[in-house]
């Protein structure tokens, strides 16, 4: 094959999505409640070891190419969109205002807001410092952002502690430093409280996302489960306010199995709010789209969320790879992660639906029948269920086809 000239590689993409078929209209895609953070359209590819590879975007041109693929709701940190020197005074308002402009031309809504409490320097010593000025700098930093999610109508704020902890051990002490986290939480829920009641609208839903690792070399909440803990230990004045964003990947990260910890999240009522996304065990946060690498897990997971009704928010938290242009963030990337998004989804409807798989199921609950007279003779209640237990490997040849397509038929080659 020739060298490919510039003007037609756009095309030449283009030509081979379309070939792979199977996407959704943006009609379909709206009926999700699938949120676009504007972090990760505007993310340019950069990291510790990368220059970027794509041009700045900002959240005008993001909105508007989000409603054309069919995503409805956009979210962003305080900072994504307000310089951090004007965060707070009138210059903020103008730029709310903007975005309100442009989400209302583009029948988009703002679903999430988030503040950035991790890159700015004052956050060095992280949103909990020992010292009282950083702390009370957090706390207008997260009331502000409570704030602006009310003027834009926002009902869910985020919350990633990602630099509470340390780098050197014994620098901080740890139960101090929760409380003082605990203190920016409350502030930004007496916020919520008074700003609600004034607008006459509802609170906003807490939500806070962990993360095993990064940025910090020791993390004080690294998982969702110790966040369930943080939540309960009565540091927080409104623990119903509080709940979690877990992340797929952050999950994943720490080696648990991503289904049982949004499992615990469900059983806690603390399921709010889902970032998804993919990558691998055990490494750094690579945010891959999602259904990438682990297609059978998210298949799992997606069964798991329909059996319980959550519904959303989904929220797009990924990053579109340096490889990808910034055509290809809107023309490939985020349409290509939604459609497998509901693809994924569409399957787990099947599976709730699997006549095999109900059998299957309904037969393990039914359980064996047991004739042994003694129900301490565990050896006997073993023999009496021994046949049905082969159907767990049985779900879970069952699943792989579902997920291949081979439930529908397979044209063998040999
Ligand atoms: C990350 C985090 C962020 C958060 C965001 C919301 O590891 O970069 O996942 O993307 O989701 O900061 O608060
Ligand atoms: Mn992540
Ligand atoms: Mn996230």
Partial sequence: MNPVPVDQQQPLVEKLYAACGGAYTPEQRRKFFITGP????AYEGNALFHAPTRRPVGFEEIIARYAEIGINYWCTHDSDVIPATVLGKQEQWDIVGQIGEALR?????????????????VFATSPASESPSIREYAK??????????????ASYAVYWPGSLGYYTPGAVEETETLK??????????????E?????GRPTLKHCMEAKPFEPQGEILLPTS?????FINSGLLEHPEMVGLNPEYLHELMWGGSVRAALARA????????????????????????????????WLNVLVLLRSHDFHGPFNLDYKPPRTTSTHGVFHVSFPSAIDRFITLWEMAGEVLEDSVIKSAT?????GGLVTSTDPQDGYAIFEANKELLTLHELIAHRLVQILLGLHKGRVFLL
């Fill in 38 to 41: 504007q972090w990760a359209g």
């Fill in 180 to 193: 003082w986290y605990a203190d920016g939480l409350n502030a930004a829920c007496k916020a919520d409280l």
């Fill in 195 to 199: 700003i609600a009641a004034k607008k």
């Fill in 266 to 297: 469900l059983v806690n009522g603390k399921l709010w709010h889902f970032d998804i996304n993919d990558g691998y065990r055990l490494k750094h946060d690579v945010d891959i789209a999602v259904g990438l690498v682990n297609p059978l897990d």
């Fill in 362 to 366: 309904d037969a393990l609950k039914a």
């Fill in 140 to 153: 207008f930093r997260v009331t502000n952002t409570v704030a602006i999610g009310h003027e834009l109508g």
């Fill in 225 to 229: 489960d110790a966040m369930l803990g």
């Fill in 105 to 121: 031309k583009n029948a988009m809504e703002c679903s999430m807001v988030t503040t950035e409490t991790f890159f700015h320097p």
